[in-house]
Nanobody
Framework: VQLQASGGGLVQAGGSLRLSCAAS????????MGWFRQAPGKEREFVAA?????????YAGSVKGRRFAISRDNAKNTMYLQMNSLKPEDTAVYYC?????????????????WGQGTQVTVSS
């Protein structure tokens, strides 16, 4: 499956962005999906994951509390990440990832397919 992330940009602290990840090549609903991010000088870290059907989601502690919301539309082969109340520490390149396994996982090495990343910059 090929993935393409989009929707990043420059936003002020407290603002919102919605990222999209468009999938092609395989049956989208056969994959769990995840969002990761990588800030300069840091390792790539897990943000959120969603099950094949979209019925189960899981978030990193840093984005819990409804700041971020992951969703997917299997009819459109697209996953989303709605990001609200953005903070400067959310600044990073955001990547989408996919894997055909059933269980939601958070480790980067458990995802077989990756998109190219989209830059999110939050100014203070």
């Amino acid at each position: 499956v090929q993935l393409q992330a989009s929707g990043g940009g420059l936003v002020q602290a407290g603002g919102s962005l919605r990222l999209s990840c468009a999938a092609s090549g395989r049956t989208f609903s056969n994959y769990i999906m995840g969002w990761f991010r990588q800030a300069p000088g840091k390792e790539r870290e897990f943000v959120a994951a969603i099950s094949r059907s979209g019925g189960t989601t899981y978030y990193a502690g840093s984005v819990k509390g409804r700041r971020f919301a992951i969703s997917r539309d299997n009819a459109k082969n697209t996953m989303y990440l709605q990001m609200n109340s953005l903070k400067p520490e959310d600044t990073a390149v955001y990547y989408c990832a996919a894997d055909p396994q059933l269980q939601l996982v958070t480790a980067t090495n458990r995802y077989a397919y990756w998109g190219q990343g989209t830059q999110v910059t939050v100014s203070s």
